[in-house]
């Protein structure tokens, strides 16, 4: 029994450079140098006019692809007052949200808050939450830590050729790992 414990030690210290080896390439693909984008500008997709949820237009600041997935940043300019996200779920993503202009209600889990310009929120992974604009215009800094799929949902609800279904929003946002648990947030 002791040998095969042994053997076992020695069979677990020798694969960890063998796994420091397999990341190799995706640590080597990160982006080593900085960069600007400029105020008004998106990287990547330039903007990106969503469908379905609201009308906003979201700009990719900092893609996923340029963290090796452990960020993403994006700026929304909104443009849908009274309207926000449905109560949704995002199982592995801790998500911030810094209002730059305008003002918001935000839910998270029973909780209920309103933002205005200058106001900041913490959204945990794996706790539903919503949000609505209130202000007419508004503007505000997403971040999602780690990156998660959430710029491929930005992608694929702007270009979708027609306003989806409660059904089809619901599909796409399961194919990018959130979940829709309940309906929008209603502002008072």
Same mark, same amino acid.
């Given at each position: ?5 042994? #053997?076992?030690?020695?069979?677990? /210290? ?5 796994? @420091? ?14 960069? %600007? #984008? $400029? ?9 990106? %006019? ?21 960020? @993403? ?12 996200? $449905? ?20 839910? &998270? ?17 794996? /706790? ?5 604009? /209130? ?6 800094? &997403? ?15 702007? @270009? ?13 946002? @399961? ?5 829709? /648990?309940?309906?929008?947030?209603? #502002?008072?």
């Amino acid at each position: 029994m002791k040998r095969n414990k042994f #053997i076992a030690s020695i069979l677990t /210290v020798m694969s960890a450079p063998i796994f @420091a080896i397999s990341q190799l390439p995706t640590k080597l693909l990160r982006q080593k140098r900085g960069f %600007k #984008i $400029p105020a008004g500008e998106g990287r990547i997709h330039g903007h990106i %006019k969503l469908k379905g949820v609201n009308s906003n237009i979201l700009d990719v600041k900092i893609s996923g692809s340029d963290t090796d997935g452990d960020l @993403a940043i994006f700026e929304q300019t909104s443009l849908s007052q009274g309207k926000g996200t $449905p109560l949704h779920i995002h199982n592995a993503q801790d998500e911030i949200f810094y209002v730059i202009e305008g003002s918001y209600k935000f839910q &998270v889990g029973d909780d209920k808050f309103d933002l205005t310009t200058g106001d900041s929120i913490f959204l945990p992974r794996q /706790v539903a939450h919503a949000w609505t604009q /209130v202000s007419e215009k508004g503007k505000m800094t &997403v971040i999602m830590q780690p990156a998660g799929k959430l710029e491929n949902f930005f992608v694929t609800m702007a @270009a979708l050729d027609h306003e989806p279904s409660k059904e089809e929003i619901s599909k796409i946002f @399961a194919d990018n790992d959130m979940q829709v /648990v309940g309906p929008p947030l209603k #502002i008072d």
